[in-house]
């Protein structure tokens, strides 16, 4: 008995180490990896909403870095790695601003395993990790570890050790997604048949982060806009809480909401994600009506894009 | 608890260290093993704790009745059989009539009002179910003695390995183990630990990797063409057997750190020459349950061919809709009881050595045509039990078996990564390659032979490393819903 556990405790002292070894090439890489282009000043945060409908080749100095199942823990690791290793060069952030982002939808799933990565890990702070297993569910704040190497994917290690702009090329933490997606009437048919939408809470996690990120872009001078994509008419109504908290919480930061912009429904992958027809019509409205002119437009002002 | 998850890590020691360290006595050993399978079992929902506890209590009772009252011990197995039955039913496959009644007479233009219930379906629990009902009835036949103990009883019906998705264990193999003293053996451990590390190779690389791949393709099999769809069939077919073989495997060699053994749940099934093969080597606990208390009970193959043909059809129709309350696993369950019948009529139906091929390394070219054809034949049945409706299965076999099944695939419309369908590819060889070589052993990856302990510390190292490296998303296992 007393071999056996020797032994065994010898072998998962083998495994750490042996695991360990595997973070090496990500320190040794992440100066290099994380560099954006020196244009790239807009960074565009958030979970699946964002990732498929904004295309970064058309939104000009821009660098979508959403990924879908992200949370706002994510999203806050991704801004603070970003910034700490282009200093000076991002100087506005979108971040994701909607039901699925915000409220408690997602806590009971365990986080996806990119979520892992030691570049996005190590930038949790004590406190941080003191929230994660406070405020979230066991899945979720577990959910950290037991996929804690799942992460180390072959072609991402080949591809950050080969080029200096793997982060952009290669998609595994983010990156614009052209989803080809067209399963809206499926999703139509689906809603049909189950109308009912669960009413869940905003998570008290996310809100921890979303104040750590607000705090994080004053202290850095980063301007911050909230921007909710454009979702199908049938989609579920699901924007009350997101304004009622935007309006009670962070009043000062403006809010993109085209949740209702008009779009056929051609452009949709199905009731919440944007195709890529989607994703390059409302880029090129972003480009060519707000981004660069500040202009912001409420949720009424809309003026919706026709085929 | 997930078996892949960090729970499991941290409870799993801890349960060793207490149960071998701490708890010597076999009462109590046994008492911490129920306690344990509680804690196990209750991680879903405390509720579910409820009904297996029913479950427990109403198994023990009734054979301790049987036991003593031996003349009604055949009504009092049949009330026991019944009521168990009638839980499984309730939870599992009362909403699946009451809908399927619906449709039948909206058929004929009558509107039923059912109701239907929201009722959770509580996690494995066609398998504990099982294991009770073969204890009542070998102890209503006469093959064991009702036990007094209930605490062993208990340890017996809810042992937190086997629990939720088997092997479903017979009362006469595995509540002996619990009534005599176990004693740690550290080659039977360390054989277990193998046989945990092997099970999660075949459930997170295989089994995880190719359910993404096998769901994108289903999910949108409307915009695949044939080959794609054919692809995507290959992937769910690794998928149910990483995932469910994967997991006997955990059960079985968790089972061993403890001093217990389990029945072998599956035996390179993909690997059958005929399809009464593969149903000796695939879920092979459930399927000797079904040939011991349903097929051989009703006649089995002593009352003529055309009861044969029917006795083999029920078992089959029984065995589908086990499986889930679905017309999908009814279709599925007919269609393999279909092909044995025809295998049977044809001649095909062989009887077999347990080892394929003992003496050669390779099988000959007759064995390789048989296993093909019996594997396609395979691939069509998880087709069907794959899909989420009969309509679905029609629809992706009508595309599927279509003039672009010789054609490149097309991924135009699924969100499938390149890199990933290869290495997935590779590691579905792997994993055949490593079971046929050592297809003599216990199980794939049985290195207790292989004299140098730095090599096997360096090939399990190699798979820790594989592990965290290539699982793909954590998925449940499959079998669990059932």
Known sequence: ?307 | MLFNSFQYLIFLPIVFIFYWLIFKSIKIQNLFVVIASSIFYGWWDWRFLILIYITIGLSYVTSLMIGSYPKWGGVIAGVNVIINLSILCYYKYLNFFADSLKVLFSQFGYQLDWFTLDVLLPVGISFYTFQALSYSIDVRRGSIEPTKDFIAFAAYISFFPQLVAGPIERSTQLLPQFLQRRVFDYTTAVDGMRQILWGFFKKLIIADNCAYLANQIFDGYESCNGSLLALGALFFTFQIYGDFSGYSDIAIGTAKLFGIRLMRNFNLPYFSRDIAEFWRRWHISLNKWFIDYVYIPIGGSRCGKLINMRNILIVFLLSGLWHGANWTFVVWGIYNGVLIIAYLQLGLNKKRPEIISPNNYIPSIKEIMEMFVTFSLVVIGWIIFRAESLQHAVGYLKGMIDKSLVQRPNFHNVEIGGTQLVYTLIFICVLQVVEWVFRKRGFGFDLSQCPSRVLRWAVYLSIIVLLTVFSGEQEKFIYFQF
């Open chain 1, 1 to 307: 008995m007393k071999l056996f556990i020797l032994r065994s405790l010898l072998f998962v002292v083998c495994s750490i180490t042996v695991l360990l070894a595997m973070w090496i090439p990500y320190v040794i890489s992440a100066d290099k990896c994380m560099k954006i282009n020196n244009n790239q000043h807009i960074l565009f945060l958030g979970n699946s909403h964002i990732e498929c409908s904004i295309d970064d080749r058309i939104v000009n100095d821009s660098f979508n870095f959403a990924r879908g199942g992200e949370r706002l823990e994510c999203a806050y690791n991704k801004l603070k790695l970003l910034t700490e290793k282009n200093i000076g060069i991002i100087d506005t952030v979108y971040m994701s601003y909607d039901y699925m982002f915000l409220t408690t939808s997602t806590d009971s799933v365990p986080p996806p395993s990119y979520y892992y990565s030691p570049w996005l890990m190590s930038q949790n702070t004590l406190t941080d990790w003191l929230k994660i297993f406070t405020l979230s569910s066991v899945d979720y704040s577990f959910g950290h570890f037991s996929h804690l190497y799942v992460y180390w994917k072959y072609m991402d290690m080949l591809s950050f050790l080969r080029t200096e702009d793997s982060i952009v090329k290669n998609k595994y933490l983010g990156g614009y997604l052209y989803l080809k997606r067209d399963k809206l009437d499926e999703a139509i048919r689906r809603r049909k048949s189950n109308p009912t939408i669960s009413i869940d809470k905003i998570d008290r996690l996310n809100l921890y982060f979303l104040d750590r990120i607000v705090d994080y872009c004053k202290k850095n001078g980063i301007v911050l806009c909230f921007i909710t994509p454009p979702q199908h008419k049938l989609a579920p109504e699901n924007m009350v809480l997101c304004h009622q908290l935007h309006s009670e919480r962070y009043g000062d930061i403006p809010l993109l909401d085209f949740r209702y912009m008009e779009l056929p429904d051609s452009c949709f992958g199905d009731l919440d994600h944007l195709n890529y027809r989607g994703a390059k019509f409302f880029s090129e409205y972003l480009e060519k009506k707000v981004i660069h002119k500040n202009n912001y437009p409420s949720n009424k002002e809309n003026e919706g894009i026709k085929e």
